[in-house]
């Protein structure tokens, strides 16, 4: 079992970490299953529909890499309009939206030195999106301060809302058998992200 030192806003994230060590995994692995985990258990800073930026230092050779899988716009992306709009981009809505780049720099963390296959690193986020995790402080409170937001999403009503419409309270358990689902696919092949129905059915919660 490999030695490694990782930390993560959330206890489940270091866990699944954990659990992929113990299988054989290494640093890198250890980084893949905590941050598909925190997809699951910390959605309101991380989500599959998000980006990922990393460094990965080799201390046998001291070099360091960036993986930079960021920002992209839509290929039929015309900026036009959003300039003559205004001088700033908008604070939110479908202009605001690039590429989501955080399944594709997995894969490419996972080309760069992981010892277990992908889907063995998405394992423990599977099970968590499937049977439950726990609200955290973090993401009770970023519910009620963005519930406006919140309800006005189907979507999101129905993960972070409760029977009587009343946000999650820290402790509660989050199912997202919608995410479980997704990540189960990606778990086959991670391009299904960008070029099956995952790419256009709604997953993570992003409030």
């Known amino acids: 079992m490999a030695t490694i030192a990782i930390a993560a806003p959330h206890p489940a994230g270091i866990e699944a970490a954990r659990q992929v060590t113990a ?27 998000g980006d990922l930026i990393a460094l990965i ?5 001291g070099t360091v890499r960036a993986v930079l899988s960021a920002g992209a716009a839509a290929a039929a992306t015309d900026p036009a309009p959003l300039r003559a709009a205004a001088t700033r981009m908008p604070a939110g809505g479908p202009h605001t939206v690039t590429v989501p780049g955080v399944v594709a720099g997995w894969a490419e963390l996972a080309r760069l030195g992981a010892r277990l296959p992908l889907a063995r690193a998405l394992a423990p986020a599977v099970a968590l999106a499937g049977n439950g995790v726990t609200v955290s402080e973090g993401l009770a409170r970023a519910i009620r301060n963005r519930l406006d937001v919140v309800r006005a999403d189907p979507g999101l009503s129905a993960l972070m809302l409760d029977k009587a ?11 997202q058998p919608a995410l479980a689902a997704t990540l189960e696919e990606l778990s ?17 919660p992003r409030p």
């Open 23 to 49: 299988e054989g995994g290494g640093v890198i692995d250890a980084a893949l299953a905590a941050a598909a985990a925190l997809t699951v258990a910390y959605p309101h800073q991380c989500s599959i529909g």
């Open 57 to 61: 230092r080799d201390g046998a050779r």
């Open 165 to 175: 419409g009343e946000p999650l309270p820290t402790g509660a358990t989050l199912l």
């Open 188 to 204: 086959a092949d991670w391009r299904h992200f960008y070029t099956r129905p995952a790419a256009t059915t709604p997953a993570a």
